[in-house]
């Protein structure tokens, strides 16, 4: 099992910036890939960013709505991925819950979530 905690979330202006932080614990080992995900009011769940985290690489893969915005990133120990969020605009308001895939044995794992508010 894998535990996620988010952390970072909280009011800006329109403009300005945050920082998401994620800590995964349990069996991290199983970890293939990290990722953010939001949700708005009356919205789907969506993509926001994702990093590879097994195999080295560090892929990262970003909505087209946050691209030049956000940029993901893992710590040193593999178990900790960031979100900067840069020019936040009010669209950017949503619950941003933090995501761990596993493809063996094959799970998708959740973070409770932090709220992002965008102010105009």
């Known amino acids: 099992q894998v535990q996620l905690v988010e952390s970072g979330g909280g009011l800006v202006q329109a403009g300005g910036s945050l920082r998401l932080s994620c800590a995964a614990s349990g069996t991290i080992f199983s970890i293939n890939n990290m990722g953010w995900h939001r949700q708005a009011p009356g919205k789907q769940r969506e993509l926001v960013a994702s990093?590879?985290?097994?195999?080295?690489?560090?892929?990262?893969n970003y909505a087209d709505s946050v691209k030049g915005r956000f940029t993901i990133s893992r710590g040193n120990a593999m178990n900790t991925v960031y979100l900067q969020m840069n020019s936040l605009e009010p669209e950017d308001t949503a619950v941003y819950y933090c995501?761990?895939?596993?493809?063996?044995?094959?799970?998708?794992?959740w973070g409770q979530g932090t709220q992002v508010t965008v102010s105009s």
């Open positions: 995501n761990a895939v596993s493809l063996s044995p094959s799970k998708n794992y």
């Open positions: 990093i590879a985290i097994s195999g080295g690489s560090g892929r990262t």
